[in-house]
């Protein structure tokens, strides 16, 4: 396998901890049970992700220590300590369990990135009840289908993000309260809505966190799959245990660090690693709520002086895009040490990054599902630009074939882990089934297809299923499809990604129409925005390419690898199923 070696980290910007640094040691020295006794164990061994990465710091110096350094989108800034952290959540977790929310129940946010979002994180947590965060650029039918399937009680979010989706409250029979917060726009409560102001602000800042089990469900996220809808990954309060872990060794994160990651709560990089790692090691961590801007981001690097940074591919291949003059013009002298996930960084993006900024990115895998980074170049090894690195202590991954043999290195094949690492989902909620599947010969089947050099280190080679991912984020094909099947023009609809320079892939439709209706350029505009209204902008297709008739298989099936060799000019593949 080619790789162009890139020089190892100097140790004066990574501060190498004992052991780390040699592999072989490492993975001896580190061990799952060597990482539960540095957390802080509740009574008859419960445990409480709030606890850990909150309150926990209060019997110490970081009682006073800044944990959330917040810039608002129009510039505001504001900040937290440990202890104000504590409160606002324990505010949260009172006025909850004063609108009936018990042990349990799910409470899903639709917010921006405001620090109530945190707080509201937290504040369910300590209560025992699962949060379940959703992305605010998603739209009604994208927030409904979420909510439905998690049977959420409680909604959070901001009156004029409801303003965006509330037609969907008739179809939420479970949906007993929606919690406003009017920080930017005033709103009344009524019948099912309340207002923060009224039910979390004047709550007390005392609150008895639930001592949870480790295997209670604490975090729910939706992701998607080739089939269905998204299911809901959860996470039980165990997890914390390798978010941690990681966050010390692999997000090498110290005392004094300022780190910053660039991900939204709505997807699970933004809690794991923009919430629990660094809390859990009791690191000031900055939260910005604004979306990209090349200028911007380097000048809150260099405001907030920022040491250790966790972004994606296609943000960084948007920083390549910008150029290196507008990096010249800040001073990131700061920055010690830089990672990314989501989507295979390539090569290019290492090398010029340490050209531009000084550092490489060194980058990891994991999924929602793992709930926690499973391979990465971690801090001290020598990076392979291409490739995600070598696994976590105490985790064991393979390439297998489709009986579970495990293959020799060079070969491709499907990326598996060994099942009951601490931060591994317990379930897709409702879909035992689906969740079951997964699981094969002793092995977790990731989806991603990879190979693994001599050396132990871990190359992506694509996904084993349809699913696309664009910019990082995960869209299922068949949500997608639904959704433009609801248009009138509509008959046959089938998604796939297709190839972009720099989100990746972007989700593209291919659409066939109704009797009656004709393709124009009005119409395909039309079905986008239908898209962009029902789903949201980062799920919706960013192209729709109208056909005649698409190809099917003889059961009905539309054949989207097929759609996707003709995109792509590539060989079709076997089409024996092909319908005639
Ligand atoms: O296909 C892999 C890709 O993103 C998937 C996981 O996405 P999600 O569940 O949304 O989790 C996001 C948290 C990381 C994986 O199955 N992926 C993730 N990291 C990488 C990657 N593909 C290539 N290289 C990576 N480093």
Same mark, same amino acid.
């Given at each position: 396998?080619?790789? *162009?070696?890139? &020089?190892?980290?100097?140790?004066?910007?990574?501060?190498?901890?004992?052991?780390?640094?040699?592999?072989?040691?490492? !993975?001896?020295?580190?061990?799952?049970?060597?990482?539960?006794?540095?957390?802080?164990?509740?009574?008859?061994?419960?445990?409480?992700?709030?606890?850990? @990465?909150?309150? !926990?710091?209060?019997?110490?110096?970081?009682?006073?220590?800044?944990?959330?350094?917040?810039?608002?989108?129009?510039?505001?800034?504001?900040?937290?300590?440990?202890?104000?952290?504590?409160?606002? +959540?324990?505010?949260?977790?009172?006025?909850?369990?004063?609108?009936?929310?018990?042990?349990? %129940?799910?409470?899903?946010?639709?917010?921006?990135?405001?620090?109530? @979002?945190?707080?509201?994180?937290?504040?369910?947590?300590?209560?025992?009840?699962?949060?379940?965060?959703?992305?605010?650029?998603?739209?009604?039918?994208?927030?409904?289908?979420?909510?439905?399937?998690?049977?959420?009680?409680?909604?959070?979010?901001?009156?004029?993000? /409801?303003?965006?989706?509330?037609?969907?409250?008739?179809?939420? =029979?479970?949906?007993?309260?929606?919690?406003?917060?009017?920080?930017?726009?005033?709103?009344? +409560?009524?019948?099912?809505?309340?207002?923060?102001?009224?039910?979390?602000?004047?709550?007390?800042?005392?609150?008895?966190?639930?001592?949870?089990?480790?295997?209670?469900?604490?975090?729910?996220?939706?992701?998607?799959?080739?089939?269905?809808? =998204?299911?809901?990954?959860?996470?039980?309060?165990?997890?914390?245990?390798?978010?941690?872990?990681?966050?010390?060794?692999?997000?090498?994160?110290?005392?004094?660090?300022?780190?910053? @990651?660039?991900?939204?709560?709505?997807?699970?990089?933004?809690?794991?690693?923009?919430?629990?790692?660094?809390?859990?090691?009791?690191?000031?961590?900055?939260?910005?709520?604004?979306?990209?801007?090349?200028?911007?981001?380097?000048?809150?690097?260099?405001?907030? &002086?920022?040491?250790?940074?966790?972004?994606?591919?296609?943000?960084?291949?948007?920083?390549?895009?910008?150029?290196?003059?507008?990096?010249?013009?800040?001073?990131?002298?700061?920055?010690?040490?830089?990672?990314?996930?989501?989507?295979?960084?390539?090569?290019?993006?290492?090398?010029?990054?340490? &050209?531009?900024?000084?550092?490489?990115?060194?980058?990891?895998?994991?999924?929602? #599902?793992?709930? +926690?980074?499973?391979? +990465?170049?971690? =801090?001290?090894?020598?990076?392979?630009?291409?490739?995600?690195?070598?696994?976590?202590?105490?985790?064991?991954?393979?390439?297998?074939?489709?009986?579970?043999?495990?293959?020799?290195?060079?070969?491709?094949?499907?990326?598996?882990?060994?099942?009951?690492?601490?931060?591994?989902?317990?379930?897709?909620?409702?879909?035992?089934?689906?969740?079951?599947? !997964?699981?094969?010969?002793?092995?977790?089947?990731?989806?991603?297809?990879?190979?693994?050099? #001599?050396?132990?280190?871990? /190359?992506? *080679?694509?996904?084993? %299923?349809d699913?696309?991912?664009?910019?990082?984020?995960?869209?299922?094909p068949?949500?997608?499809e639904?959704?433009?099947l609801?248009?009138?023009?509509?008959a046959e609809a089938g998604v796939?990604?297709?190839?972009?320079?720099?989100?990746?892939?972007?989700?593209?439709?291919f659409v066939a129409?109704?009797?009656?209706?004709?393709?124009? #350029?009005?119409?395909?505009?039309?079905?986008? !925005?239908?898209?962009?209204?029902?789903?949201?902008?980062?799920?919706?297709?960013?192209?729709?390419?109208?056909l005649a008739g698409l190809p099917k298989t003889r059961s009905g099936k539309i054949m989207r690898r097929l759609l996707?060799?003709r995109?792509?000019?590539?060989?079709e593949?076997?089409t024996s199923t092909l319908e005639d």
């Amino acid at each position: 396998m080619e790789y *162009v070696p890139i &020089k190892k980290p100097s140790l004066d910007q990574i501060s190498v901890r004992p052991n780390l640094g040699d592999y072989a040691k490492d !993975r001896e020295a580190i061990t799952w049970e060597g990482i539960k006794g540095e957390l802080d164990w509740l009574p008859g061994q419960r445990i409480n992700m709030a606890y850990e @990465c909150l309150d !926990r710091h209060l019997k110490t110096d970081r009682r006073d220590k800044i944990a959330m350094l917040w810039e608002g989108k129009d510039g505001e800034e504001e900040t937290y300590t440990f202890a104000e952290m504590v409160a606002q +959540a324990n505010k949260v977790a009172n006025g909850l369990r004063s609108l009936g929310v018990q042990k349990g %129940d799910r409470v899903f946010m639709f917010l921006e990135r405001i620090p109530e @979002c945190y707080f509201t994180t937290f504040g369910t947590l300590k209560l025992g009840a699962v949060i379940g965060p959703l992305f605010s650029a998603f739209g009604p039918d994208a927030v409904k289908d979420r909510l439905e399937d998690s049977g959420a009680k409680v909604l959070v979010t901001s009156p004029e993000l /409801w303003a965006k989706i509330e037609g969907i409250r008739s179809d939420l =029979p479970n949906l007993e309260h929606v919690l406003l917060i009017t920080r930017r726009h005033q709103a009344e +409560a009524g019948e099912g809505v309340a207002l923060w102001d009224e039910v979390v602000k004047p709550q007390s800042e005392e609150f008895e966190t639930e001592h949870t089990d480790p295997e209670d469900y604490s975090v729910m996220h939706y992701t998607s799959g080739t089939t269905g809808k =998204p299911k809901g990954a959860a996470h039980v309060h165990n997890a914390i245990i390798g978010q941690y872990a990681t966050g010390k060794y692999v997000l090498d994160l110290h005392e004094d660090d300022i780190y910053w @990651c660039t991900a939204d709560p709505g997807w699970v990089t933004g809690t794991s690693y923009g919430m629990f790692a660094p809390w859990s090691n009791g690191v000031t961590s900055l939260v910005h709520e604004g979306g990209f801007g090349a200028n911007m981001w380097y000048s809150l690097i260099a405001k907030y &002086k920022v040491t250790v940074w966790y972004t994606a591919p296609t943000a960084i291949r948007m920083l390549m895009k910008a150029g290196d003059d507008v990096v010249k013009k800040h001073d990131l002298s700061s920055l010690r040490y830089t990672m990314s996930v989501g989507e295979p960084l390539n090569p290019e993006a290492v090398v010029w990054s340490e &050209k531009a900024i000084g550092l490489p990115f060194h980058d990891n895998w994991w999924q929602t #599902e793992t709930g +926690a980074i499973m391979i +990465a170049n971690y =801090p001290s090894m020598e990076i392979r630009p291409g490739s995600m690195g070598r696994p976590f202590p105490g985790i064991e991954p393979a390439i297998i074939d489709d009986q579970g043999n495990v293959l020799p290195p060079g070969q491709e094949g499907s990326l598996a882990l060994r099942p009951g690492w601490p931060s591994m989902f317990r379930v897709y909620w409702n879909q035992q089934e689906m969740y079951d599947s !997964r699981f094969q010969n002793g092995w977790y089947i990731t989806g991603d297809q990879a190979k693994m050099d #001599e050396d132990g280190y871990f /190359w992506f *080679v694509g996904r084993a %299923d349809d699913v696309i991912n664009t910019a990082g984020h995960l869209v299922g094909p068949f949500e997608v499809e639904s959704m433009l099947l609801e248009h009138p023009a509509v008959a046959e609809a089938g998604v796939i990604g297709k190839p972009d320079p720099v989100a990746m892939e972007i989700v593209k439709a291919f659409v066939a129409l109704k009797e009656g209706y004709e393709e124009s #350029e009005k119409l395909r505009r039309e079905l986008i !925005r239908f898209g962009r209204e029902k789903l949201g902008s980062g799920v919706a297709p960013r192209e729709i390419e109208f056909l005649a008739g698409l190809p099917k298989t003889r059961s009905g099936k539309i054949m989207r690898r097929l759609l996707k060799a003709r995109e792509l000019g590539l060989p079709e593949g076997d089409t024996s199923t092909l319908e005639d």
